[in-house]
């Protein structure tokens, strides 16, 4: 018995080797797919978290949102993108005085030029020829607003004459599922 499994234990051996190759393969081949599901789940969570993550109220949007300069009877203000999130986050106006988004073309890129505002019926692709967008908020809350494929996203809170903000929590349905821009996983970075 004894002479016959002796032979078999080089074999055995070579073979344990190769196996220990392949497991690095596998193993390499784990930490990729596991890296790239990380990266996607934390795209998700972060966007989920820039959509919901605030939830304002008058006194937060007061305390925490920067008031918009008026200059010429218009509310300017600064677009840019921080982490993927339009910012200020949230966009604070005053009801019915006419809006300038002033797009910054430097932070803001790639698809994220596009930019739809169901709430206020605007749609446009800025550009560095033309990176203003005008509208006037005619109705005071919470909205929401995103590049044109749904991914890049941001929130207005316009607030009414008395200086109330109603939450009307229409962030959610105002931003269309997301298209092309998300079936990657990689988020907005689409050209930026
Ligand atoms: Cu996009």
């Known amino acids: 018995m004894e002479s016959e499994q002796e032979p078999e234990q080089e074999p055995k051996q070579q073979s344990s080797i190769v196996v220990k190759k392949n497991h690095l393969w596998i193993f390499a ?65 005053k009801k019915n005085v006419p809006v300038v988004l002033d797009v910054d073309m430097a932070s803001v890129r790639g698809c994220y030029r596009g930019i739809q505002i169901p709430a206020f019926n605007v749609k446009k692709i800025v550009s560095e020829n033309d990176n203003k967008i005008e509208f006037t908020p005619d109705k005071a809350g919470t909205f929401g607003f995103s590049c044109l494929m749904g991914m890049g996203k941001g929130q207005i809170v316009v607030e009414d004459e008395a200086g109330n903000v109603p939450v009307l929590n229409t962030v ?9 821009c998300g079936a990657g996983g990689g988020g907005c970075g689409c050209g930026g």
Do not use: C, E, H, W
């Open 172 to 180: 959610a349905q105002d931003i269309p599922k997301g298209g092309s």
């Open 29 to 93: 081949g784990a930490v990729f797919m596991i890296s790239i599901f990380a990266l996607g789940a934390y795209a998700m969570v972060a966007n989920g978290a820039a959509n919901n993550g605030f939830a304002p109220t008058a006194n937060a949007v007061k305390n925490y949102a920067p008031v918009a300069p008026v200059q010429g009877g218009k509310q300017i203000i600064k677009l840019t993108i921080q982490g993927g999130t339009y910012y200020p986050n949230p966009v604070r106006l």
